[in-house]
């Protein structure tokens, strides 16, 4: 059985469009996962940690065979390997993929929240999940995602579409 995920891509460090570019394909390289449509990025100040280079942000749409413990193993083991360290939180980083929506699923277990509990107060990753599917509903919420980007404040963020 397939599953639809969409997943959040950021990085700001070592070339970042480049980093999340290379994120995607290997992810499109996985056995049991396909990339089916990709956001457009976004340059994105950061969040958390002050003092870091602004973020390359960016939602992919995903069909996958995988559960989604086993699309989270999977995400993390592509971070580690690009080479993503843990270290201070929402520091910089050379790649971070988080699943923000698998189906309508809710799952609610050690080390694993979906859909991503922090997505709809974030507008770096909702402006370009609302490219891909601006009608999906948050299964918990129950708000489509432009919905949820209308209730974040103009001014919370800055987010800028990259261009071409």
């Known amino acids: ?27 499109d390289e996985t056995r049991d ?6 956001s457009p990025f976004f340059k994105t100040e950061p969040v958390g940690v002050e003092g870091q280079k602004w973020y390359v942000n960016g939602v992919i749409r995903v069909d996958t065979r995988f559960q989604p413990r086993s699309l989270l193993a999977c995400l993390l083991w592509i971070e580690t390997d690009m080479g993503r360290k843990r270290q201070t939180r ?40 609302i490219r891909l599917a601006p009608h999906l509903m948050h299964p918990v919420l129950e708000k489509t995602m432009t919905e949820l980007l209308r209730e974040i404040p103009q001014d919370d963020q800055a987010v800028k579409e990259m261009g071409g």
């Not at 996962?33 to 990709?38: D, F, G, R, Y």
């Not at 699923?105 to 990753?125: A, C, Q, S, W």
């Open 90 to 129: 929402w520091g910089p980083r050379v790649i971070d993929l988080d699943i923000l929506l698998f189906g309508n699923e809710i799952v609610e277990e050690k080390n694993i929240t979906i859909p991503h509990p922090l997505m709809h107060k974030r507008r770096f990753v909702l402006m370009p999940l």
């Open 1 to 27: 059985m397939t599953h639809v995920a969409y997943i959040g891509l950021g990085a700001n460090l070592e070339d970042p469009l480049i980093r999340c570019q290379e994120a995607i394909g290997r992810i």
């Open 33 to 38: 996962c396909t990339v089916s449509a990709v």
